[in-house]
């Protein structure tokens, strides 16, 4: 009888462990702020391994974009980032995205190493990362490997909805659904602000430094925690506004690459790798013109150093192209709706479109616009007259949206004359659109379908562009 009640109790007390976890769980999935479950959704509930996981701050947040890994080489991705990133939280972070999927390759971005945040700081950011995830003995043993002694933050981060209690009254059908995110962005933040960045001159590897900073040592760690588990690692750094010292210190990464038999890509070194005028949405994170761009860079690079297998032709992954389809839908649709010049040229710098932009020759934007800053004389030669336009590529206008005096006539051809619009002699608006100065035409870039067509008009001084109605 005795044995019998001990059973039972045993029995109980699992049966009430597994009800209190789980009502926790579901607790925190309705009463977090979504952002963390936004980004690893795919993470925790996706069916398909991801052979490639790219870990550290936001800057990798802002700068990968697995959608165009998948669409250029086949791999299949994801980010883990947490902002106020430091070194030490890499590898909870990276274990507990070892609970769903077996990478062959993990990339460290290694920005900011010698600097530690505050606790405050790092525990916010920590949440949009481990809020997502169930609780689970991983989680535990991760939270505690962070956080110590401090009761608080553990609490914090084993329990989220203890954090978000005060939520209830904001609560909207969305908080009660499982799927809450668009799956396909797989831990990349989508950003079409645009900022022009001064750079510093760069550094040279010999003028490297490796300072005696906590963060030497946690990178050690993390590459040691790869290795144990048979994971390839790659250390990169992607652009950002990087001062003199903070170059010296990303050079003396190499240091420890050598030393312990890992690549290291610093993409500070190569100034072709973006475009710091227009690439940018503030000093240390990319748009999605950047985005793709550094995307590129780094699959090429790990296209040409490491066999990780092109599973395009597999069908078992037939989602990732379905997702691929929907991010081109989503970039399209933003190109559709966007009224801003300076984003909409961002858009399609994004390479999801065949893009032309027109210039009307008779607009001041020619020499003076602020984002058109072109020796347009020496390519349009010597045409005046107002009705007309010549066309060039939209990566040509985009890449010299600040300055470009040293820029070459682009190729243009005789067809691509259009009306953009301009006043009759009765006063009447001729052409497509009212009098403007820039046009822009999108297509699709598989079918040749036009997407969408507008122009715009420079304010009276000078400040901007004002999207102009269509005449039609």
């Not at 926790?24 to 925790?44: C, E, F, G, P, Y």
């Not at 240390?284 to 013109?289: L, R």
């Not at 801003?340 to 961002?346: A, P, S």
Request: proline share 3%.
């Amino acid at each position: 009888m005795q044995g019998r009640k001990k059973v039972l109790t045993v029995i109980f007390t699992v049966v009430a462990f597994v009800l209190t976890v789980s009502f926790a769980h579901k607790t925190n999935q309705v009463l977090m702020r979504k952002t963390s479950w936004n980004r690893m959704q795919d993470l925790i509930e996706g069916e398909t391994n991801k052979d490639i996981l790219f870990v550290g701050t936001s800057h990798v947040m802002d700068a990968i974009v697995p959608m165009e890994l998948w669409e250029r080489y086949g791999y299949t991705s994801y980010v883990l980032c947490a902002e106020y990133n430091d070194m030490e939280r890499n590898i909870p972070m990276l274990r507990l995205a070892l609970q769903y999927t077996q990478p062959e390759l993990v990339v460290l971005d290694i920005d900011n190493y010698w600097e530690k945040s505050p606790e405050d700081k790092t525990l916010i950011g920590y949440h949009e990362f481990a809020d997502a995830f169930p609780l689970t003995w991983e989680k535990y043993v991760t939270t505690r490997m962070l956080y110590g002694e401090n009761k608080s933050a553990r609490r914090e981060i084993l329990f989220p909805f203890v954090l978000y209690h005060n939520r209830w009254n904001d609560l909207s059908r969305n908080d009660f659904r499982d799927e809450v995110s668009d799956d396909f962005w797989r831990g990349y933040e989508f950003a079409t602000d645009s900022m022009a960045v001064a750079m510093a001159d760069p550094v040279s590897r010999s003028d490297g430094v490796l300072p005696d900073v906590y963060g030497v040592a946690a990178i050690e760690r993390f590459i040691v925690e790869c290795k144990s588990r048979g994971i390839d690692v790659l250390l990169m750094t992607a652009p950002f506004g990087a001062s003199t010292q903070e170059q010296e210190y990303l050079q003396g990464i190499y240091e420890i690459a050598e030393r312990n038999g890992v690549p290291y890509v610093n993409m500070l070194e190569d100034p072709e790798v973006i475009n710091a005028n227009t690439d940018y949405r503030d000093e240390g994170h990319m748009n999605i013109s950047g985005a793709v761009k550094v995307t590129d860079y780094i699959g090429s690079y790990i296209s040409k150093q490491y066999k990780i297998t092109d599973l395009k032709k597999d069908e078992s992954y037939g989602t990732w192209q379905e997702d691929y389809e929907e991010y081109r839908a989503y970039i399209r649709e933003a190109i559709v709706n966007e009224g801003e010049l300076e984003r909409l040229l961002i858009l399609g710098a994004s390479d999801k479109t065949d893009s032309t932009v027109y210039i009307n020759i008779d607009s001041e934007v020619a020499e003076y616009g602020p984002y058109v800053a072109l020796p347009w004389h020496s390519a349009v030669q010597t045409e005046t007259d107002p009705k007309t336009v010549k066309a060039f590529r939209i990566g040509a206008l985009l890449n010299n949206m600040v300055s470009c005096e040293k820029a070459q006539p682009f190729d243009w051809q005789e067809e691509t004359y259009v009306k953009l619009g301009y006043e009759g002699d009765d006063g009447s608006i001729l052409g497509r659109f009212q009098p403007g100065d820039i046009y822009i035409a999108f297509y699709d870039k598989r079918t040749g379908e036009l997407i969408c067509e507008k122009a715009f008009r420079q304010e009276a001084d000078g400040s901007g562009f004002v999207e102009c109605e269509r005449t039609e």
